[in-house]
Structure formats: structure tokens, C-alpha cells
């Protein structure tokens, strides 16, 4: 039987055309490229020389690889061209070279370290062999995007995530009406608990901060080292699932609440967190409205500007949100970030997100997120929207005293 040729070939195509490209070369050695894997399959082939693959926007794609092991590759829809020593490979690049930019897993000033991959020097040997490189961060956003079935199943681990946290909640307060005392880890068994029941799977437990543990932006909590609910304790609870299908997509939620009485300092943060996330929601309505494009850098400086002018800007230490992947809840596609990277990338229709502004203090810690889904005509908020703080009233051990 014939080897069939990949079907994401004439996507990368049309996706070239659309950008304006030229073509993508894909490099590798030895594994340093998992994209060269994950669309070509490199680790099978078990190559120990570098390989080139160049899919051109028009024309047929060709892999250049080493003549120790060209006799042995088998790449159908591929012509598989050999090189012998550098020199061979250059003039054999130099012949295959298109004229007009070249995408590559390289990222400018690795302004995006999740894309950037290719070593500097063989950049440099490209383009003085005349090559124009240029990012291939938006291409792959293409293979990113989620299809109708993807997205449908995002929803649906939102769902269950929103009902798990809601048991976290619910254990909460039945625990402490009843006098018992609350542990993170108590927290943390009941979402997995919860999970499992519902046939979910995830990479990481939740995270579940009481107190000043929440100003740690990824708190493990520790069975055993674990803090115990305090009177007027804030709390944070980050819970993240998805259904267990390849390629399902995670859900990801980070939700407030108190123990007793909130001290004033955090209500206010929390009211200045859950506006800027809310500010991102809003202008990515706005920019829809009106038809532009939106780089994910600018929603990150919206959210950012934001909580700068409330007087948080040393206390928000972490972009404002992620894409969602599937291998692991932070996904490869466009992040709202202008403050731990630089991402330029635009966002596109089926892309899923998260958006999770946060304040982060010695004495509490606060993060308030959302998911949403990216489409033509805006976004499609999938979980709840936080905007009061859960508030548990304390139980008959602490109430007095």
C-alpha cells in the first residue's frame, strides 16, 4: 500500500500564500526542532545529520538531507535531494532557496522563545547563502487554531470545571459550618476528586492558596506543609482540566474568595483585577466591532496600563494570559503578552485563551480568569466571569474567638 502524503501539506500552502511567503524551511538536528517532529515525524526517522525541508508555496516540497541517509528516508510526497560534507549542503541550499521571505521556527530578538528553536548560526549560514528569514510564528497558527469539534470540546471542560470548582467551594463551607479545619490539600483532592468523576484529565494538580500562599503566582501546595484556613484567610483556587481525547483542549479557571472578612487592601485588589480582565474582554468586542486586526501584545498592554494606574505595576509579574493547548494547558499559540515576551502574533478565529491578570503581595496574592474562544465577529467568553468575591462566613470554631 502507498504511503500517503501528510494533509497538512496544502494547508501550509494556502497559509503561505495568504501571509505572502515564499516558503517554510524546516530544520532540524538531532531533535532540536519539535515542530520538525510533530509535521514530519524526525524522531522516526533517526537521522544524525541535519535535514531541511523546504515546502514551498508553489511547487513541490523537498527534504535535503545527508547522503548517509537518503537511500533510507522514506517521505512520500517529498523529493529527497542528498548533500555530502558543508560544502555539498550549501550549494545544494543555495539551489534550493526561493526567492522572497522564509519562514522558520525563529522569532526576532527570540521575542517568542515558544516558536524560536532554530540556532542562531544556522540562521546566519541561510542568509549568507542570500535567504530571507522570517518567523514562522503566524503560519503555525494556523495548525493552532481550533476546528468546530475542538472548541466543542473546550466548552464542555469548561462546563465541568465550573461545576468542580464549585464543589471546591461547597467543601469549603460545609467543612468549616461543621467546625472542621480546611486544609490546601483537602481543596486540592476534592477538584481531583472531582475530575476524576467526571472523566477529565490534566497535566498538574489545581492550585490552592489560603492566605499569603496566593501571592506565590504557582503555589504547590505540599501535604503536610500545607496551610490550614485562617479567619479572614483570602483564597485562590486555579483549576484546569480537559476531556480525555487527543487533542482535547484545556479549560482553565482561577477564581477569589475569603474566609471571614476581607481585609480592604484585597478587596480593592481583587476589584482592580477583575476590571483589567474585564478591559480585555471589551477591547477584543471593540477591535472585532470594527474590524482590526489585534497582535497579542496589545491586549496584554491594555490589562497592563491598567493596573499600573492603580498602583500594581511591580505586583503583576506574569503576562496577562496564555492560548490553551492540549498537551499542556498552556498552548503554542498567540499569548496576550508584552511583558515576559514580545508576541506580535495576531489572533486568529478558533484560537482559545485564557485572559488572568493578577496582583501578587506579600500578605495575599490575587488572579482573577476567564477562558474565551476567538472569532470573526469577537470573543466567546466558555467559563464564568468572576466579579464578586465567594464569601465564607466563619464557622462555630473561629466565629468566637
Request: proline share 7%.
Given at each position: 500500500m502507498a504511503e500517503s502524503v501528510p494533509d497538512w501539506l496544502d494547508a501550509a500552502r494556502e497559509e503561505l500564500k495568504r501571509q505572502g511567503l515564499a516558503g517554510w524551511l524546516i530544520h532540524d538536528f538531532r531533535g532540536s526542532n519539535p515542530f520538525a517532529d510533530r509535521f514530519l515525524g524526525t524522531a522516526a526517522m533517526h537521522l544524525s545529520r541535519p535535514i531541511f525541508v523546504l515546502v514551498p508555496a508553489a511547487g513541490a516540497p523537498v527534504a535535503l538531507v545527508s547522503v548517509l541517509e537518503a537511500g533510507s528516508l522514506r517521505m512520500p510526497?517529498?523529493?529527497v535531494r542528498a548533500y555530502a560534507g558543508r560544502r555539498s549542503a550549501d550549494e545544494a541550499l543555495t539551489r534550493l532557496l526561493p526567492d522572497g521571505p522564509l519562514a522558520m521556527e525563529y522569532a526576532p530578538n527570540a521575542d517568542l522563545p515558544y516558536v524560536s528553536v532554530v540556532d542562531a548560526g544556522t540562521v546566519e549560514r541561510l542568509r549568507g547563502l542570500g535567504a530571507e528569514i522570517v518567523s514562522s510564528a503566524e503560519l503555525l497558527q494556523a495548525f493552532a487554531a481550533w476546528d468546530e469539534e475542538r472548541i466543542f470540546q473546550h466548552r464542555q471542560a469548561a462546563r465541568s470545571v465550573m461545576e468542580v470548582l464549585d464543589e471546591a467551594w461547597n467543601l469549603i463551607r460545609e467543612e468549616t459550618a461543621a467546625g472542621r479545619d480546611v486544609r490546601e490539600t483537602d481543596v486540592q483532592d476534592r477538584i481531583a476528586e472531582g475530575f476524576e468523576q467526571r472523566g477529565?484529565?490534566?497535566?498538574?494538580?489545581?492550585i490552592v492558596g489560603f492566605g499569603p500562599h496566593g501571592g506565590d503566582p504557582h503555589y504547590?501546595?505540599?501535604?503536610?506543609?500545607d496551610r490550614v484556613l485562617q479567619p479572614n484567610d483570602p483564597i485562590l483556587i486555579d483549576l484546569f482540566a480537559r476531556l480525555p481525547q487527543e487533542g482535547a483542549p484545556y479549560a482553565d479557571v482561577t477564581w477569589m474568595g475569603v474566609y471571614g472578612t476581607p481585609d480592604p487592601d484585597f478587596v480593592r485588589a481583587f476589584e482592580r483585577v477583575a476590571a483589567a480582565r474585564q478591559s480585555a474582554v471589551d477591547f477584543l468586542r471593540e477591535a472585532a466591532a470594527a474590524g482590526?486586526?489585534?497582535?497579542?501584545?496589545?491586549?496584554d498592554r491594555v490589562v497592563r496600563d491598567l493596573l499600573a494606574e492603580a498602583g500594581y505595576e511591580e505586583a503583576f509579574v506574569h503576562r496577562t494570559g496564555h492560548s490553551l493547548g492540549s498537551r499542556h494547558t498552556h498552548g503554542e499559540a498567540v499569548h496576550f503578552d508584552d511583558f515576559e515576551t514580545r508576541d506580535v502574533r495576531r489572533l486568529r478565529p478558533g484560537i482559545g485563551m485564557t485572559v488572568e491578570p493578577g496582583v501578587y503581595l506579600p500578605e495575599f496574592g490575587v488572579r482573577s480568569e476567564l477562558n474565551l474562544?476567538?472569532?470573526?465577529?469577537?470573543?466567546?467568553?466558555?467559563?464564568?466571569?468572576?466579579?464578586?468575591?465567594v464569601r465564607i462566613p466563619l464557622g462555630p470554631h473561629h466565629a468566637h474567638g
Open positions: 510526497g517529498f523529493e477529565l484529565t490534566y497535566d498538574h494538580r489545581a504547590a501546595p505540599r501535604r503536610g506543609e482590526r486586526p489585534v497582535e497579542g501584545r496589545e491586549v474562544v476567538v472569532h470573526a465577529d469577537g470573543p466567546e467568553v466558555t467559563t464564568g466571569e468572576q466579579s464578586e468575591l
